[in-house]
């Protein structure tokens, strides 16, 4: 037995996965399926089963074909998606997905405008409290829209398929954008909405932006609630998809 915690300790001390805390991991993502909102224009996520039963050898097995838009349920928007000749999906290397979080509270001013787009002046009111944002952070935006997953009339302002003329939900503001970008040299953003750019956008400058910066977006995030202001570390892996504009994303927290 004394043998046996022993080589256990090893084996935690050489690959520290093993010592992980699981009540310190927190899944920012939204599973995918038929129901998993999408953009209106979008080709929604789909599962077709190809074979799911017992064999004629009496073993289990299943196997399925899936499809949809890249930008389907919580998802990586690459800085290619609206910035010519900037990193594709597959291009965007890990030490840029992987850092610091930054958790930005704007559900108060959420409460009162549905199209409210976080201002520099926010900015301002979190390092007042927390301190200045670290170079190399991933900026995450809280406005409380997750509590509407699951109605898509609620939470993109319309439910009517192709209708892009009456989205409502918050965003970042093109402003904002630049100040992290050029003076607080972030890696990356990402939000608990649609779209970077709230709704009623129609020349979505603030992808544009982030995108000529080279950085990359996460939408639909989940559970930001669950996130502290600070100091959780962030992973967000995409589908290494050649030459896209996005993928599918699986985005978590380790919290402090």
Known sequence: MTTLIA?????????????????????????FSAETHHW?????FHLEKVAEGR???GFWYSSYNYGGSEHVGTHLDAPFHFA???RTAE???????????VVIDVSRQVGKDADYKVLRSDISVWEKAHGRIPRGAIL????????????????????????????????????????VVKQRRIKAV?????????????????????????????????NLDRLPAKNATIYA????????????LRIFAILP
């Open 40 to 44: 209106p224009t979008a080709k929604p």
């Open 190 to 222: 990402g939000i608990d909405t649609p779209s970077i750019d709230h709704g009623p956008s129609r020349e979505f400058p603030t992808h544009q932006v982030l995108g000529a910066a080279n950085l990359s977006i996460f939408e639909n995030v989940a």
């Open 55 to 57: 064999s004629p050898g």
């Open 91 to 101: 291009q965007i290397p890990l030490s840029q997905l992987i850092g610091p979080g």
């Open 7 to 31: 080589m256990t300790f090893a084996l935690m001390m050489a690959y520290p996965a093993y010592a992980l805390d699981e009540k310190k991991l927190v899944d920012l993502t939204y599973e």
């Open 84 to 86: 010519e000749g900037r």
């Open 140 to 179: 995450l935006i809280r406005s409380g829209w997750g509590k509407f997953w699951g109605d898509r009339k609620r939470y993109f302002g319309t439910d009517t398929p192709g209708d892009t003329d009456n989205l409502h939900f918050p965003g970042l503001s093109k402003e904002a954008a630049e100040f």
């Open 237 to 248: 892996i995409p589908m290494k998809i050649k030459g896209g504009s996005g993928a599918p």
